[in-house]
């Protein structure tokens, strides 16, 4: 990742700020129905973004042992819990699993960066290790999203819920955030926060944003109430 | 820092008479006699119980054996909190030994964070002190040491080296001449009694008027409840007294580098 040019200030994203951001980002989720809510603590008043979904796994248990392919035995297809079990299962049998995907979204005080925390069990409760999770992301992100301005993914406490969660370390957020907002800010265009991180980071921990987060410029948006400079065309995420 | 040195050795070598006791339900080939250690109050369960651990697995069998975790009165200890908080926090009203219960089995995955190896610990306990950097210098002074001073910290922590330790720490206790203090002061506010595990915020360590800011200036912003018996209400009719372990305030004194200070419950 390149270094911030000279002239050009980091953003800093202070706790208010983010907060708004949030607001903006769950009045999107819930035009487009991404489920994205709100959660407050009821102690402090502060609060997190929060999004569960559950996903279903096809395991294919090979019918006998004269499997030629062996790479068979062990693929495991994922779909999302609307979309149809595909033809695969009809050849061998089929291990259903269901596994509950929590996702959540805390501002760090310290580092001033929202941080993505995320957990994973079976429906019978017991949790995905971080290899069991790691194995769910679509092969072709886990190749070339290592490459990117994040460390490593530990097993942390939760600040608010006190819980073992897995954590996206925040290191170099703020590098690839600022130089995406500084020239978003010099061309008048409205980008939000949270839709950049989260669309940038959220894949490596299999976390998807729809790409209607992204839409065209407001002449072609009667809904959007919200201030923008009139005579833009280009493509604004919202 | 240098007068305060008497009292940066007593944090330090601060230590809790412990008893290990394996739990009823475990499956021994023997009797498995308790364990008596003095624990560190500064370290963490998993960094100096390797003895106990060789102790209760001399009279178990291999299969019964998988990664050990400790309890308090059916409480589970995280192992993440520095030996002194965990004291504080659960037991300090009770009398000496602390008696913790050992466990190889049914590991609590909702509770606990797994410590699959030392380098877990050592991650850990970098990543405290560099969040405590951020909060104190932007990280400059952590960024700018290299790696064989992180590993200094760490060695000394791990082999209670005093000297080792502080040889590096005063770096990340100094501030500029300029300055009257750290940018803000690293600091958790602890509470059995909360879901929520802590208590952190931005604090600075000066006031607008330029007064230094004391312990009850912190709690009186942060966590009020602690200094006001009449808002605590009902808490003050239970038996079990509200307790906060407090982190340090001020600049002297301890491994305030870290979030927790031993400077002491109140």
């Known amino acids: 990742m390149s270094c911030s040019m000279a002239g050009e200030e980091d953003f800093v994203l202070e706790e208010k700020r983010f907060k708004q951001y949030c607001e903006e980002f769950i009045k999107r989720s819930q035009q487009i129905g ?21 996903q279903v796994r096809n395991r294919k248990i090979p019918p006998d042992l004269k499997e030629k392919n062996h790479d068979n035995c062990e693929q495991m297809l994922c779909t999302h819990v ?15 699993e269901v596994i509950h995907y929590e996702y959540h979204v805390l501002y760090s005080s310290s580092y001033r960066v929202p941080v993505l925390y995320f957990r994973a069990c079976f429906l019978d409760g017991r949790p995905l290790t971080l290899d069991e999770i790691w194995k769910s992301v679509h092969a072709c992100y886990q190749a070339c999203l290592l490459e990117g301005p994040w460390d ?19 290191c170099r957020t703020n590098e690839f955030i600022s130089s995406v907002l500084s020239s978003s800010r010099k061309h008048d265009r409205h980008i939000n926060y949270i839709t950049l991180w989260l669309s940038t980071v959220g894949p490596v921990v299999g976390l998807n944003l729809p790409m209607s987060y992204a839409k065209l410029a407001p002449e072609q948006d009667t809904n959007d109430d919200s201030v923008e400079s009139r005579g833009e065309h280009g493509l604004r995420i919202a | 820092m240098t007068d305060d040195k008497d009292v940066l050795r007593d944090v330090w070598f ?7 006791t394996l739990y009823q339900d475990e499956v021994t080939e023997r009797e498995a006699e308790p364990y008596y250690l003095l624990l ?42 520095p030996i002194g908080l965990l004291f504080d926090l659960h037991a300090s009203n009770t009398a000496l030994p602390w008696s913790i219960t050992v466990h190889f089995k049914n590991f609590p995955e909702k509770d606990l964070l797994h410590c699959h190896s030392k380098d877990v610990i050592e ?21 700018e040491m290299q790696k064989k001073d992180h590993k200094q910290l760490w060695m000394g922590l791990q082999n209670d080296k005093f000297e080792q330790f502080w040889a590096i720490n005063r770096k990340l206790m100094e501030y500029p001449p ?19 595990p802590f208590i952190q915020k931005l604090f600075r360590p000066i006031a607008s008027g330029g007064e230094l800011h004391t312990l009850g200036d912190l709690l009186k912003d942060v966590c009020p409840s602690a ?13 079990e007294p509200q307790h906060i372990c407090a982190a340090e305030v001020s600049v002297k004194a301890t491994r305030s580098t870290n979030f927790l200070s031993d400077a002491g419950s109140l």
């Open chain 2, 178 to 196: 300029e300055d009257s203090g750290f940018r803000y002061i690293p600091f958790r506010i602890y509470q059995a009694t909360t879901e929520r």
């Open chain 1, 82 to 96: 609307e979309e149809s079990l595909d033809d695969s299962q009809a050849a061998g049998v089929c291990a259903t």
């Open chain 2, 123 to 143: 991650a850990h306990f970098m990543a405290c002190i560099k969040e405590a950097d951020a909060l104190k210098h932007k990280s400059q002074v952590i960024n």
């Open chain 2, 14 to 20: 601060g230590r809790i008479p412990t008893c290990f």
């Open chain 1, 34 to 54: 991404d489920g994205w809510e709100w959660r407050t603590s009821k102690d402090l008043g502060d609060g997190y973004l929060s999004k569960t979904h559950y």
């Open chain 1, 152 to 170: 490593t993914i530990t097993q942390q406490e939760h600040p608010i819920l006190g819980q073992p969660f897995f954590v996206l370390h925040p």
């Open chain 2, 40 to 81: 560190p109050r500064i370290s963490y369960l998993t960094l100096v119980t390797d003895k106990v651990k060789k102790h209760f697995q001399k009279v178990m069998r291999q299969e019964e054996v998988s990664e050990i975790w400790f309890e308090y009165e059916g409480t589970p200890l995280k192992w993440h909190y």
């Open chain 2, 227 to 239: 200094i006001t018996p009449e808002a605590s209400g009902a808490r003050l009719q239970t038996t």
